[in-house]
């Protein structure tokens, strides 16, 4: 299963940062791609960005390009999203889920572990 926490606070002003982690127990980590996905109140869970198993590739949608990354550690069982230059609509709860394939872990439907989500706000 995975689990994802909070490196630092999950408040955070308009333009600024926070760094995620979503680390995994009970599986081969390597052996999943990583998907990170986000839930905004009344609204359905949409996919963010996504790593594969060794994190050579990795997609981001649109909306988070050049302010989101993701990275992972595999020794260390843990894939790293980080956020930068925040907004308010990027407010949601935060979830990562592992999969077989890169493909995989970018659709809600492929995801075969889901991590327990973590609420991010940010303030105007």
């Known amino acids: 299963r995975c689990s994802c926490r909070r490196l630092g606070g999950g408040l955070v002003q308009a333009g600024g940062s926070l760094r995620l982690s979503c680390a995994a127990s009970?599986?081969?980590?390597?052996?999943?791609?990583v998907g990170w996905f986000r839930q905004a109140p009344g609204k359905e869970r949409e996919f963010v960005a996504a790593i594969s198993w060794g994190g050579g590739s990795t997609y981001y949608e649109d909306f988070v390009k050049g302010r989101f990354t993701i990275s992972r550690d595999n020794a260390k069982n843990t894939v790293y999203p980080q956020m930068n230059s925040l907004k308010p609509e990027d407010a949601a709860v935060y979830y990562c889920g592992a999969a077989l394939t890169l493909r995989a872990a970018m659709l809600y439907s492929g995801v075969d572990y889901w991590g327990k989500g973590t609420l991010v706000t940010v303030s105007s």
């Open positions: 009970g599986h081969t980590f390597s052996d999943y791609a």
